[in-house]
């Protein structure tokens, strides 16, 4: 009796083994149950490769059943999860071209702790006590800014002063937040997170919609990568920039190959300008801090380089860099996009800007933004002052002593972050994520009209291919509409995961040929579809805990690509980022192969 | 006010000023709560209150002032106008601004171009410091 046998013995269900055709590796199919044996709808059943470094998901239908077709063989984990259970997981000996039957059942959590351990940080994070009601917002923008906050990473307990240092850490990678908040978010934070377990019940809201779904994963960097966007390029290849080593990571899901490039050093010390605040040792490495991307037809692909701010063109066939400098006083280029005429667009956020260049006269344009206000022009004049004296003083966050954001809050700053071109008019578009704005740019004479935004923290919003433009409101856990022909807004809350959770949408993108808006839901370990038509939210429960995803980008094929984000990288299941992909019918597509590959299936039975 | 002065009597705009330079530094104090680098201006605006309010040490007094309007000058200049000198625009901004949060910063830049023309030679603040050349 081999490994797969007995592992499915003590499931107390039957398997078997067959070959079928040599384009596959191990395929699996059968039920999943919950511990009273009812079919488990909406469960992920994850097969991680040999090495562990990669694994595919697909969702159980309503009476239980999966199929799922991997590339993988020899000895794998087989994983069955799903929100309020215990995980069921067995290791299989799988030969190539095999196709087995694995029935799997979830169980019940051995104690109240098991199940409050099993919770996305949503449910840690919403029973925080905040004594202002206004706290909690800025709790979101600035303390959920780059991670999540109630994972297990970030839920341990800590007195009132080790949740000030770690603030003040915190502060130091420019969470900017008031220092009568911070001593607040202490507390909060010293009797929220004070070890004993949360209760909750989660739904993920399963859909007949979601079972047809297949999730696949490719850990990729190490432990302190800190890979802030992941990118399709036109090759077909996943690109991704780690902002803290300074490093271009290129995956190719046809052969799984890794190649890793190094960005040209630069003058700059460690963290760049950035080099006076507290970056964290270990993830922060180099200077450029490589952001986002875009691709211009010549197939260069443009970085905005957050730390240094440089722009920067890798040619993927030649695989050289070219870095060009940002003039004036640009701190912090972020989010790059390219408009039908190959013009490279981003914003700058600590600086107010925009930035705007052309790679065939390779003449670079910064225009500054409105500043919204009389602290926003003060530190539109001062903060790249004040970030400057930081630097003669480096790692000491001097700028924390000087800032009026440390008695008037992150409002003065605006802050524009992400950007898009309007397909209808050529027209780019910006959000002002501190600023609750929105605004428009005449490609051609470079005239801003600003429109304010019903919900905080616009984040970065994309066009539809009608020349709708979707905001994601990270603060206000929403999803805003504007039409720019009526200058009108309509939005749509978010559903929790369960009463009284709140929600962070970061980044979005929509799949062009259908409309439809996909999301980060970066506090609940789930990806978010947003139905235009039927205005309608469905959820995708991601198969790894401490999701937390950036840009959004769509494969030819239709699938919806990002990478694991969240800081520090080591905070994720795994303990290492990934890649991660959705296609939104390949679980189908493996039903169908499963079902072609009964007959053999039942042949093998028969013996 | 010339008889005030020469009487010992404390004259009403010095009055006034040494209040606004002790509600200032009280001010720059509650900032320098949540920013400590606010306390150093605090500490300097206190200074100058309680020189004015002694009438003791005209030039320190003076210079004081006369250091926190330049400095504030170049820096405003600086941002505004010197995009030409490339990564010195910066370093120079910088300087001028710690010089300027050094002599008291914002809050005495703007009483100080109140005073600084009542301590010229024969006007009021310059009698009240040096009665003896009043």
Request: charged share 20%.
């Amino acid at each position: 009796m081999n490994r797969n046998s007995l592992a499915c013995l003590a499931l107390g269900t039957g398997c078997l083994l067959s070959l079928l055709s040599p384009a596959r590796a191990a395929t699996f199919g059968g039920t999943v149950t919950l511990p009273d044996g009812r079919p488990a709808f909406g469960a992920m059943v994850s097969v991680f490769n040999a090495a562990k470094n990669q694994k595919q998901t697909v969702y159980t239908a309503a009476d239980g059943s999966y199929a799922i077709v991997t590339p993988y063989y020899g000895s794998l984990d087989v994983r069955a999860r799903l929100a309020n259970f215990e995980d069921g997981l067995v290791t299989v000996e799988a030969a190539q071209d095999s196709v087995s039957r694995l029935d799997l059942q979830l169980k019940g959590f051995a104690d109240a702790q098991g199940a409050s351990d099993a919770l996305s940080a949503s449910a840690h994070n919403a029973v925080l006590p905040w004594k202002r009601a206004d706290d909690r917002q800025v709790f979101v923008s600035q303390c959920n800014y780059c991670h999540q906050v109630g994972n297990s990473t970030t839920r341990a307990p800590r007195s009132h002063e080790l949740w000030l240092s770690t603030i003040n850490k915190m502060e130091g990678y420019l969470s900017m937040i008031t220092r009568a908040q911070g001593i607040r978010f202490a507390s909060a934070l010293e009797k929220g997170f004070d070890g004993k377990p949360v209760k909750a019940t989660h739904d993920y809201g399963p859909t007949a919609e979601l079972a047809r779904a297949k999730v696949e994963e490719w850990q990729i960097g190490d432990a302190f990568s800190f890979i802030h966007d992941m990118d399709v390029a036109e090759d077909g290849k996943f690109y991704g920039t780690d902002e803290g080593h300074d490093k271009l990571w290129v995956l190719d899901p046809a052969t799984d190959a890794i190649e890793a490039f190094d960005l040209p050093k630069s003058d700059l010390p460690r963290g760049g300008l950035f080099s006076g605040m507290h970056l964290a040792i270990g993830i922060f490495t180099g200077s450029h801090g490589p952001h986002s991307m875009a691709q211009t037809k010549d197939g260069r692909i443009w970085i905005t380089n957050a730390l240094s701010s440089t722009l920067m063109s890798f040619d993927p066939a030649t695989k050289r860099f070219e870095t060009y400098a940002v003039p004036g006083d640009a701190l912090y280029p972020h989010t790059v996009r390219v408009d039908g005429n190959d013009i490279v667009w981003f914003t700058i956020v600590a600086s107010n800007q925009i930035g705007r260049f052309d790679p065939k006269t390779k003449q670079m344009t910064v225009m500054r933004l409105p500043s919204n206000g009389f602290f926003r022009w003060i530190s539109d004049m001062l903060f790249p002052t004040l970030l400057r004296i930081s630097s003669w003083f480096p790692d000491k966050a001097l700028l924390l002593d000087f800032s009026h954001h440390r008695f008037l809050g992150y409002t003065v700053l605006a802050f524009p972050y992400g950007i898009d071109v309007n397909p209808k008019d050529g027209s780019i578009w910006y959000a002002k994520l501190y600023a609750n704005r929105i605004g428009r740019i005449d490609p051609q004479t470079l005239q801003v009209t600003e429109y304010e935004t019903p919900l905080s923290g616009p984040r970065r919003p994309r066009f539809d291919k009608d020349g709708i433009f979707w905001i994601p409101a990270f603060d206000e856990g929403a999803l805003m509409r504007f039409d720019p022909a009526t200058a009108k807004f309509e939005s749509w809350k978010v559903p929790g995961v369960a009463p009284g959770e709140y929600e962070t949408p970061y980044a979005l993108n929509v799949y062009r040929p259908t409309g439809e808006v996909w999301m980060a839901a970066n506090n609940s370990d789930r990806i978010l579809r947003f139905s235009p038509a039927t205005k309608t939210f469905r959820s995708y429960p991601s198969p790894t805990r401490v999701t937390f995803l950036r840009d959004f980008s769509f494969t030819k094929d239709g699938r919806v690509c990002s990478s694991q984000s969240n800081l520090p990288a080591y905070a994720i299941e795994g303990a290492v980022p990934s890649y991660i992909c959705i296609d939104p019918a390949g679980g189908e597509r493996d039903r169908a192969a499963f079902a072609g590959a009964r007959p053999a299936l039942g042949q093998s039975t028969q013996q | 006010m010339r008889d005030a002065v020469i009487a010992g009597v404390r004259p009403a705009a010095v009055k006034a000023y040494a209040v606004l330079l002790l509600l200032s530094a009280v001010f720059m104090a509650l900032l320098g709560w949540s920013a400590s680098a606010y306390y150093v201006p605090a500490a300097c605006l206190l200074l100058q209150a309680l020189l004015l309010w002694s009438g003791r040490a005209y030039g320190l007094f003076k210079w004081i002032l006369v250091v926190n309007q330049v400095a504030g000058l170049v820096l405003i200049l600086v941002l505004w106008l010197g995009d030409g000198l490339g990564s010195l625009k910066l370093d120079i901004a910088g300087v001028m601004l710690l010089l300027n949060l050094l002599c008291g910063g914002p809050l005495m830049a703007i009483w100080g171009g109140a005073m600084l023309p009542a301590l010229r030679r024969g006007k009021r603040l310059f009698r009240w410091f040096n009665p003896q050349l009043a």
